[in-house]
């Protein structure tokens, strides 16, 4: 079990240049979501999915697109990159909640930075 | 939105000192989820906390969900240098299925 998988680990983008997160769990969750966070603060909810073809907003969406076209993957888009999303982005998934959940598992993430 | 607040945002402590983080709403909350982030890792998930008044303990930490479901405690008895890090509340908001957390409380020790 490789749990989730966060690539790349580091990425500079210079300002206007668009690139994919890829974020792939391996342990068959519904659950998936994608985080970012900024030095000194808390994690802030980019976008999630509850599964395959579906996909909602979270706090910050601006300026990110997702798609869950499998259980597995759930790749992040910057369209066009701004130095305000040099950050650090964690991607999450979790089993459907139940009274026994056993809370997110988040990737190793990945550090951006735009210049 | 909801907002779970966490106070402190930073305690240092001596090791061996207890140490106690707070999370609290204005509303009240369906869950609570406990997080830890050792510096520059991800965050892992400790412990969800359901019922009005529930109390887990794992080993040194003992999480406490309020009888009113509005706040939330994680305390640490006799601190380790291994308890270093950053945690996190979270609620798991049901309908919206999505994990909103909390300030954090960075917990740094004192050798």
């Known amino acids: 079990n490789a749990g989730v998988t966060q690539t790349p680990k580091f990425q500079v983008l210079k300002t206007g240049q668009s690139m994919t997160l890829q974020c792939a769990q391996d342990?068959?969750?519904?659950?998936m979501s994608w985080y970012r966070q900024d030095p000194g603060m808390g994690l802030r909810l980019i976008h999630y999915s509850v599964g395959a073809g579906i996909t909602d907003q979270g706090e910050v969406p601006n300026g990110y697109n997702v798609s869950r076209s499998t259980t597995e993957d759930f790749p992040l888009r910057l369209l066009s990159a701004a130095p305000s999303q040099t950050s650090v982005y964690f991607c999450?998934?979790?089993?459907?909640?139940?009274?026994?959940?056993?809370?997110?598992?988040f990737g190793s993430g990945t550090r951006l930075t735009v210049v | 939105g909801q907002q779970v607040m966490q106070i402190p945002q930073y305690q240092h402590v001596q090791e061996g000192e207890d140490f106690t983080t707070y999370c609290n709403s204005s509303t009240t909350l369906s869950n609570i989820q406990w997080y830890k982030q050792r510096p520059g890792g991800h965050p892992v998930f400790l412990i969800q906390?359901?019922?009005?008044?529930e109390v887990k303990k794992q080993k040194r930490l003992t999480f406490q969900f309020g009888e009113a479901k509005k706040n939330s405690s994680l305390h640490i008895t006799a601190t380790q240098t291994t308890d270093v890090g950053t945690y996190f509340c979270?609620?798991?908001?049901?309908?919206?299925?999505?994990?909103?957390f909390g300030t954090g409380t960075r917990l740094t020790i004192i050798p």
């Open positions: 906390l359901v019922k009005s008044g």
């Open positions: 999450a998934s979790t089993r459907r909640w139940t009274v026994y959940n056993y809370g997110y598992t």
């Open positions: 342990m068959n969750h519904e659950y």
């Open positions: 979270a609620e798991w908001a049901f309908g919206n299925e999505k994990l909103t």
